[in-house]
């Protein structure tokens, strides 16, 4: 593959949306089916072809599918999608997996030595992504693969304080059982708590606080 531009990795996920890397560029995108028929056009027009993955089939991604049977590009069916790949941003192939909740497609990537603290422009990891986006099962796969749970962000954000600020309890339980450090403050004096109960999330407020007695 080396010095082929022509080529399109695509990843469909159960939901329909399509992960696509552009060759050995490296840029990423989650894309729905419209941008996805538009770049197949493209691919057919320059005599490129597709490396294609998937998670298991659902009736949403039969259209992506079928999109992929008319644009009559060679396609080539692999579980793997291109492990190294970094779009603008610094943003990688596992950081969209993690943020979407593509199980199959992360845990692929890290059973191939996909880095776990590759970190964006902003500093964040994947473990931050799926913390994010209360992702549980993904922050589950990122914290047994051995993900850092305390890593920081430019700003000295956690994924704890990430999964606190948008109410994720799923995710807080497993990161303080992953030992996240409860007590760990922002660049401006903020925990994770304080993000819990500035945006009403009294529950997962709650959780942070027995845990912070429990380890003081």
Do not use: C
Request: net charge negative.
């Amino acid at each position: 593959m080396s010095g082929d531009t022509a080529v399109l990795y695509a990843h469909v996920a159960d939901d329909g949306g399509v992960l696509v890397i552009e060759g050995e560029s490296g840029r990423s995108a989650w894309v729905a089916l419209p941008e996805f028929v538009r770049r197949l056009e493209v691919l057919q027009k320059t005599g490129g072809s597709l490396l294609l993955s998937q998670e298991q089939g659902s009736p949403v991604a039969a259209p992506v599918f079928e999109a992929i049977r008319r644009a009559g590009v060679p396609t080539t069916l692999s579980p793997q999608i291109h492990s190294d790949a970094i779009r603008t941003g610094g943003s990688t192939a596992l950081m969209s997996a993690a943020y979407v909740g593509a199980e199959e497609l992360a845990r692929d990537l890290v059973d191939r030595g996909a880095d776990l603290e590759a970190r964006d422009e902003e500093g964040f990891t994947a473990l931050m992504y799926a913390a994010n986006a209360g992702q549980e099962r993904l922050a589950r796969l990122l914290i047994e693969a051995g993900a850092e749970v305390n890593q920081v962000d430019r700003a000295g954000s956690t994924a704890l304080m990430f999964a606190a600020q948008h109410g994720h309890t799923g995710v807080v339980k497993k990161l303080l059982a992953a030992d996240a450090t409860v007590g760990m403050r922002r660049a401006d004096g903020l925990t994770a708590r304080d993000f819990a109960a500035g945006n009403g999330h009294d529950r997962v407020a709650a959780i942070l606080q027995s845990a912070e007695l429990q380890r003081s």
